[in-house]
């Protein structure tokens, strides 16, 4: 049974420049959570997803904006990067409201 | 709103000896509780949950948490840990929008 994977495992882009990642959910799941996890710090939470619509979103800002499709795979997308925009991106599966189970993150360098 | 506090940042034990992480909460409400371990460069792995019940929970590699509503406590304990404990750990409550604590990092003497 494949758990949560996400890619790119890793990506570097330029101040300005947009961004793309991409998460599959472990079987079974139908929801997908994205959250944002500086060095050294613990993960925030960017936003959740449930039946292909935002059910709930954290303190980022709209450059920040995601897709579910059918199969409840996600996407997330930062428009225009901004330095501080540099950190682990994780993906969370999970059925209703129950534990959350984590990807391997996509790193996201912004120079 | 709902918080998390991990009062220590780094923690030294060595090998063998007895683990107690601290995890402290605010929320309005009954908490979902979780704690999970995170290795250098890796996901989270859920170690256990809570959600109601024995305030006693069990979880993977031999740790336990204890809910304690009176404290706004769950803290996470060992009973003899291993060398391959080293990791960062993370408490984390809610439901679909979890929050975080900043983490505390275990270093294990041998």
């Known amino acids: 049974d494949a758990g949560v994977t996400q890619s790119p495992t890793h990506l570097i882009k330029t101040r300005g420049q947009q961004v793309t990642l991409r998460c599959s959910p472990k079987?079974?799941?139908?929801?997908v959570s994205w959250y944002q996890q500086a060095l050294g710090q613990g993960p925030q939470f960017i936003f959740q997803y449930y039946e292909e619509e935002e059910r709930q979103r954290g303190n980022f800002p709209d450059r920040f904006s995601g897709h579910q499709f059918p199969n409840y795979s996600s996407e997330l997308n930062v428009n225009a990067l901004l330095l501080g925009d540099s950190a682990l991106y994780l993906c969370?599966?999970?059925?209703?409201?129950?534990?959350?189970?984590f990807g391997p993150g996509t790193r996201l360098t912004v120079t | 709103a709902q918080s998390v506090t991990q009062p220590d940042i780094h923690i030294t034990v060595s090998e063998g000896a007895s683990l107690e992480l601290r995890c402290n909460y605010s929320?309005?409400?009954?908490?979902?509780l979780f704690w999970y371990v995170q290795s250098p460069g890796q996901g989270l792995q859920l170690l256990l949950k809570?959600?109601?019940?024995?305030?006693l929970v069990q979880g993977i590699k031999g740790f336990e948490a204890e809910f304690k509503r009176s404290q706004s406590s769950f803290n996470l304990r060992k009973p003899s840990v291993h060398w391959s404990d080293a990791a960062e750990y993370f408490c984390?409550?809610?439901?679909?929008?979890?929050?975080f604590g900043a983490g505390t990092r275990l270093t294990v003497k041998p």
């Open positions: 079987s079974g799941h139908d929801t």
């Open positions: 809570y959600f109601s019940g024995d305030t």
């Open positions: 929320y309005g409400a009954t908490p979902y």
């Open positions: 969370a599966s999970s059925s209703g409201t129950r534990e959350q189970y």
């Open positions: 984390a409550v809610g439901a679909n929008d979890m929050r």
